[in-house]
């Protein structure tokens, strides 16, 4: 079983990816916890070029392609590996976040993401997709006191974008995609997550 967390900056999804990870480890069910852009060791030195700031500007199509081949370095090294040994992969966004911030937020057209996508995961998509959904100003106001990187400082119109581009993916896959309020407490998103990943799976 394979399942991402979604949603703009702030939004709490790392949150509830790390709860989600502990009550399975706690109920002895074979599970990793992963990310994107990341996972394995090339996929991280890609995610530390593409997040920090750089001296010329970064051309939106160097951006998609390093986030793809991010995508490519973790799917075929990690991600499809563990599911092929029975073991859930919870990962902190996937393919559906290119989508939302290539895609909407840079407006490079979705169809051009989504056969990039499918090259990059090799077909792969989650079995369930937590979209955990909030207001751009709500996000953006709790991450204000850390060090912001090169995407979460872009403007608030790129992040509205952003947020409107994972809502319409939410629209077109609802058996995927799971949309929560973000703006319900902690426990209240977790209570939802269980029961959503309870029903998907027998071993749980
Ligand atoms: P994080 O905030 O979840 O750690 O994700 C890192 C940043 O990368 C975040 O600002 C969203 C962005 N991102 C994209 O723009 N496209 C992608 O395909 C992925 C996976 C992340």
Redesign the pocket.
Known sequence: MFISFEGV?GSGK?TQAKLLYEWLLDRGIEVIST???GGTPGAEEIRNFI?SEKKEHFPENAELFL?MAARSFHVENLIKPALKNGTIVIS??FSD??VA??GFGREIPVEKIEYLNSIASKGLKPDITFLIDIPVAEGLKRIKKRKL?R??KEAVEFHKMVRKGYLEIAKKEPDRVVVIDGRKTIEEIFEIVKTNVERKTDAV
């Open positions: 900056e790392s990310r994107e852009p997040l986030y902190d966004r976040a290119t911030y290539q990187d995407i979460e």
